[in-house]
């Protein structure tokens, strides 16, 4: 099995909901993310995956949520948008489009500071 990896970032407001805090308040983040994947074999080119393609693919997705107020966006309209939540939306949307027989999206990191980040792994 191999593992790759790629980090990218976007920047971004929100709030958290139900939260007895500062971070109840707007605010917001320069995010980090980073996505992992599996693939079972290599192509002819010796590749998992195209660097490009995950980049390409993980980059189209944030751009949705790159400068945006969070909490205002059809995936967070009902839940908060903590680094928990956005980590699960972005796992499971790019699974809907990476995903083959041999590539499997395995985890989402989303870094919301330097010292801080959740991490999404389905069960």
Known sequence: MYHLMIKTDFAAAHNLINYQGDCE???????????????????????????????????????????K???????????????????????????KQLNTENVTVEKVTVWESEKACATYIPD
């Open 25 to 67: 308040n707007l605010h917001g983040h320069n995010w980090r993310v980073e996505v992992t994947v599996c693939a079972r074999e290599l192509d002819t080119a010796g590749l998992g995956i195209d660097f490009k393609i995950l980049k390409k693919q993980t980059n189209q997705l944030l751009d949705q949520l790159d400068h």
């Open 69 to 95: 107020y969070l909490n205002k966006l059809e995936p967070f309209l009902e839940i908060s948008p903590s680094s928990e939540n956005i980590s699960r939306f972005l796992h499971v949307e790019l699974s």
